[in-house]
Structure formats: structure tokens, C-alpha cells
């Protein structure tokens, strides 16, 4: 599975619903799927000039069992 979130030189971004944001690690991230890509991108030009070196990453998620 892949999802795609907002990453600077800082940390990640944790965006809230006021559209408010904080740096923040990965485990703390908003993530979003393919689906709201095109949001995601209006959401980087509306803040990449409050943070440095804005991008939109993509993100691998595989699960599998542990302990098996």
C-alpha cells in the first residue's frame, strides 16, 4: 500500500482539520492515499513558503505477520 504525505528538511507534517499544521516524525505524520493526491499537492503551494524544502513523499507500507 502507498500513501503520500508533506516532508521538509524538519519533519513531516501533522495537519490539522483548522488547517493548521506542526512538524512532527513520520509515526505522527498525516498521511493520505492516491485518491487525494491532487489535494495534497494544493496543500504543499499553500505552505511550502512557510517551510523549507516542501515535498510530497510517497510512503511503502507493507504488513506481515511478525511472529509467525
Not at 499544521?21 to 492516491?34: G, H, M, R
Given at each position: 500500500?502507498?500513501?503520500y504525505a508533506l516532508k521538509s528538511d524538519d519533519g513531516y507534517l501533522?495537519?490539522?482539520e483548522n488547517?493548521?499544521?506542526t512538524l512532527?516524525?513520520?509515526n505522527k505524520a498525516s498521511v493520505y492515499p492516491e485518491a487525494?493526491?491532487?489535494k495534497?499537492?494544493?496543500r504543499k503551494e499553500a505552505?511550502?513558503?512557510q517551510v523549507s524544502n516542501l515535498r510530497i513523499v510517497e510512503l511503502?507500507?507493507?504488513e506481515k505477520d511478525y511472529f509467525a
Amino acid at each position: 500500500m502507498n500513501l503520500y504525505a508533506l516532508k521538509s528538511d524538519d519533519g513531516y507534517l501533522k495537519i490539522a482539520e483548522n488547517e493548521t499544521w506542526t512538524l512532527v516524525d513520520i509515526n505522527k505524520a498525516s498521511v493520505y492515499p492516491e485518491a487525494v493526491l491532487g489535494k495534497l499537492k494544493v496543500r504543499k503551494e499553500a505552505f511550502k513558503s512557510q517551510v523549507s524544502n516542501l515535498r510530497i513523499v510517497e510512503l511503502t507500507l507493507v504488513e506481515k505477520d511478525y511472529f509467525a
